[in-house]
């Protein structure tokens, strides 16, 4: 790679850093990042967008801006904007600042704008560079382009375990199978969640919680998917003050009699069917980029046969729960040979005190 190369590079990941700064607030908006140099190459602004409604990373970059931009470049993780939004189109701001040179990492997926960002600065003479660190971009922004390209929420489905592969006992008692380091870093690891998932056996067996216990301020959406709406008149779970909290339901098999037990704080949104995939696209059309599954097996068996996850976090305990016919997290895929099974790709594993985490990305397709 040439010097000058590198220090493209070197910008651009600039960028992609100060973009990393939104990631648990931009949703439904992605994490951008921008940094002007003068014509000369210095540094001369940067910004990154923090939250939707308020200024994007270019506009954030133009308003700290001190000296002049004309002849300059500006490096920015995503195609930027040319439409009218809550904030006005940032290619007109780049435009008007004179600026010569826009290295750009990838197209925004969205086909109403995709390329069309692009096209505008190359009309106005402005020369554009497309691709540059895309892959660490497409990685920062992968929920979000799943959301857009495909119209369902990124899903993680997590659960804890014992070595002996149980996540409860046959009362259905799971409180607690992990240490209390993986129970914090799991608070933690809910402030990047838009809506936490669970099913409705789940709450009238554990009534959880499902905070981030202070990480994030709002606190992500609860949702509890039930197909009876059978569900426990008194619970903590309906304190809407924690967080907002959410009841769907399928119509076709719930009974509706029962609505009148949900308090009048919590949504109730009804669906045609019990199909997973419905509630993970009612949650991205709510513009939910990334929610977290943390059901039982019934329903993440279900949710991944749907298509609903993306990737799985198990996180493991050195203890043994035993039993026969105990709870394992996942339940049947009807496999019969080997080369059937699921295979997560991009495997790590992390030692959580005594606990492990395995976690990876699910890439099968079991719809026809
Ligand atoms: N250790 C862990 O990580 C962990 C995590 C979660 C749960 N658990 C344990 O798991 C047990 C509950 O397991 P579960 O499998 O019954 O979990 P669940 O999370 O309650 O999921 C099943 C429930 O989801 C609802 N549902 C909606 N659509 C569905 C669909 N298409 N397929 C299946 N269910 C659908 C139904 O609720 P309705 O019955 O209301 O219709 C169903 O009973 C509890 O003992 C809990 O302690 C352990
Ligand atoms: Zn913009």
Redesign the pocket.
Known sequence: MSEKNVSHTKWMKRAIFLASLGKNTTSPNPKVGAVILDKNGNLISEGFHFKAGMPHAEAMAFNNLKKDARGGTIYVNLEPCCHQGRTPPCVDQIISSGISKVYISIQDPDKRVSGKGIEFLKAAGIKVHLGLCEKESLELNKTFIHRIITNNSYGVL????SIDGR??LKN?E?KW?TNEESRSLVHSLRAEFDAII??????R??SPLLTTRGFKTPEPLRVV???????PQESIFWDCNTAKTMVVY?ASSANEEYLDRIPKCVEVEKLSS???KLLSKLLAKRGCNKVLW???????T?AIKSGCIQEIKAFIAPKILGGENT?N?IGDFGFREMHEIIKLSDSQISLIDSDLCVSGSLKINFQK
Do not use: H, R, V, Y
Not at 158 to 161: D, E, N, P, Q, V
């Open positions: 997590k659960w804890a375990m996540i409860a259905g799971s199978i669970i099913g409705g056996n789940t709450l067996k554990d998917f039930t197909k009876t709406l059978d569900l399928d019990d199909n997973p943390e059901c039982g097996p019934l329903l993440a279900e709870m997290p």
